[in-house]
């Protein structure tokens, strides 16, 4: 039996606490947690209790300097993404860091570099590629069902649902590197392009909008889109078209949606678009529900475990923060950036 991944997590609010709640069950066999961080010292004694973890810190770089830790989990706001792994690489420990990977795509290239020089997995934690209807379709599209994907379009919005955060760090350019789009338009964009093999990015015309800063307290500095919209060209010809706001006057929700040669599909609920004997035909497959945090750290530890490259990559890392990073740019110049 592989040894167990030690692992250290930074930052204890909900992602942090899903992902204790993921190493205590579905990954108990690979990974222990022995080390919590977090600014907040109530915080941390109360999760410390909670999970029965005896090290505590509140700064993570004492933390790293723990004998026998082999994984930092890092789970802050967005601007500390690439210090807290950059600084865990140099020392030469594994990383899983939570969505987006960065606030931009230089920062995911620098953080990428690193792992490669250090010989260490980087993954990033889009957990909605580990959920047990997007691994089912996964297999089905990798089985040829849908044949050659070619559309897709990808959809995450809230009615009403702008987040402050502590500091009100999400709706700080600065800190969170952008609104909507970078907080739950990285989720509908990762899982669709995921889904459709991952192909190369191409080109990006998007548009977003600030109309709901009204919504937010007046002591609040708000300075983040609120809505955002965008249509990707990959190298291999196919087209997806993204959708996502905080607030918005429609229904909210989320849906994907794939067209293909042979047959489509649309999640949430799960249904196959296909042909049989020349008949339409539409499937409803209904798989058992699972553990997406759960699935997910486990998948991270079985990675080091077996030196294999994680399901999310530092690579797909860079390649999203291209796509989001060139909506903002054809919002500010109007016109369809390139990526090269």
């Not at 030469?92 to 990977?101: D, R, S």
């Amino acid at each position: 039996m592989a040894k167990r991944v030690r692992v250290g997590v930074i930052g204890l609010g909900f992602a942090g606490t899903e992902h204790l709640k993921g190493y205590r069950a579905t990954a108990a066999a690979e990974a222990e947690v022995v080390a919590l961080c977090d600014l907040q010292s109530d915080l941390l004694a109360s999760k410390a209790q909670e999970f029965g973890i005896k090290k505590t810190f509140t700064n993570y770089h004492k933390m790293l300097q723990m004998d026998g830790l082999d994984a930092v989990d890092v789970c802050i706001p967005n601007d500390l993404h690439a210090p807290a792994t950059l600084d865990s690489l140099r020392a030469g420990k594994h990383v899983i860091c939570e969505k987006p990977p960065a606030r931009s795509a230089k920062e995911a290239r620098q953080m990428a570099d690193m792992a490669r020089k250090m010989g260490k997995t980087l993954m990033y934690a889009v957990v909605l590629r580990f959920t047990s209807a997007a691994q089912y379709l996964k297999r089905c599209i990798n089985d040829g069902m849908l044949g050659d994907i070619y559309w897709g379009r990808t959809v995450y919005h809230r009615r009403r649902g702008i987040p402050i955060g502590a500091k009100a760090w999400f709706v700080d350019k600065k800190r969170a590197g952008g609104g909507s789009l970078i907080d739950i338009g990285v989720h509908a964009l990762d899982l669709a392009w995921w889904l459709m093999g991952a192909p190369k990015p191409k080109s990006v015309c998007g548009a977003s909008y600030t109309k709901f800063a009204h919504l937010v307290p007046p002591s609040v500095h708000y300075n983040v889109e609120d809505s955002a919209f965008a249509m990707v060209r990959f190298v291999n010809d196919a087209t997806l078209i993204l959708e996502c706001s905080w607030s918005l006057n429609q229904a909210g929700g989320s849906i994907q949606q794939l067209a293909g040669t042979k047959g489509g599909a649309e999640m949430h609920p799960l249904k196959i678009f296909t042909e049989t004997d020349g008949v339409l035909a539409d499937l409803m497959p209904q798989p058992a529900g699972n553990d997406w945090y759960g699935d997910e750290v486990r998948h991270f530890a079985v990675s080091i475990q077996n030196r294999r490259q994680p399901l999310a990559t530092a690579e797909q890392g860079v390649q999203l923060m291209q796509m989001l990073d060139a909506v903002y740019e054809s919002q500010r110049t109007g016109r369809e950036v390139r990526i090269r």
